[in-house]
């Protein structure tokens, strides 16, 4: 068996096993590694490293630090760090939405950290879009995609689907200064609605996509997304508070 392996190696051309690991995506690539000295030789080659490193961060420099040994310790390190930063911004939103829900300023405050932190399309697909995650992470990610990466929709689309996050739903509600009729200010009305991830990406969750984005300014006082399953799944508009 093992002398069939190196029969097929040998026959292989150098090129051909290059561009066979140059197509596979970096788990992948760990894995086909471990099949043998061959691969493993040529799945570190560093051409491959230095283009899957730039396609996931695409404003990462060309210039290697002297201090690394080449693109897959870049990649290596770059993936470390990108998973502590993940990790404190599941940590922050977990605990921010201990009673089921989340405030629109903390919610804004984790697409921020997002930003900072320069998280990549890829970064944000790799530990945000996980289904096992709370849908509140699901949705910084998808509006930080949208309105900071500026990502097109149908990418996003086709990334939640092949994730299997893509129905996955939050309860949104915000609260909005009555108007002022003849002298009296009217009572404040509560709007609320279920939203899944696939509606945001559409028209159909354009209004409340709208209130996420612009949090409690105007006449919108106060934001709440929440997981929590509200007394009606349809959308309503009821009035409520002072007079």
């Given at each position: 068996m093992k002398q069939s392996k190196r029969n097929i190696q040998r026959a292989l051309p150098l090129d051909i096993a290059l561009k066979i690991a140059s197509s596979l995506q970096v788990l992948d690539l760990c894995s086909l590694g471990g099949c043998s000295r061959f691969w493993r030789g040529l799945c570190g080659s560093d051409s491959i490293w230095e283009s899957l490193a730039k396609q996931r961060w695409p404003s990462l420099h060309s210039s290697l630090d002297p201090n690394t040994k080449g693109w897959r310790e870049i990649y290596l390190r770059m993936h470390r760090e990108k998973a502590g930063c993940a990790a404190e911004v599941v940590g922050f939103v977990e605990q921010c939405s201990l009673s089921g829900s989340i405030d629109v300023g903390d919610y804004q405050k984790a697409i921020e950290d997002l930003s900072s932190m320069q998280f990549s399309f890829e970064d944000v697909?790799?530990?945000?879009?996980?289904?096992?995650?709370?849908v509140l992470l699901n949705l910084v990610g998808l509006h930080y995609c949208i309105f900071c990466l500026e990502m097109p929709a149908d990418r996003v689309m086709d990334t939640l689907v092949g994730c299997n996050i893509v129905e996955h739903k939050v309860h949104v509600?915000?609260?909005?200064?009555?108007?002022?009729?003849?002298?009296?200010r009217m009572r404040?009305?509560?709007?609320?609605?279920?939203?899944?991830?696939?509606?945001?990406?559409?028209?159909?969750?354009?209004?409340?996509?709208?209130?996420?984005?612009?949090?409690?300014?105007?006449?919108?006082?106060?934001?709440?997304?929440?997981?929590?399953n509200p007394k009606s799944t349809s959308w309503c508009q009821s009035t409520q508070g002072e007079g």
């Open positions: 697909h790799m530990f945000l879009f996980k289904p096992k995650l709370n509600k915000w609260w909005k200064l009555g108007r002022w009729f003849h002298g009296f404040d009305e509560c709007c609320s609605c279920w939203v899944s991830l696939e509606d945001l990406l559409t028209g159909k969750g354009e209004e409340v996509l709208g209130v996420l984005h612009r949090g409690a300014v105007h006449e919108v006082f106060r934001v709440e997304i929440s997981v929590s």
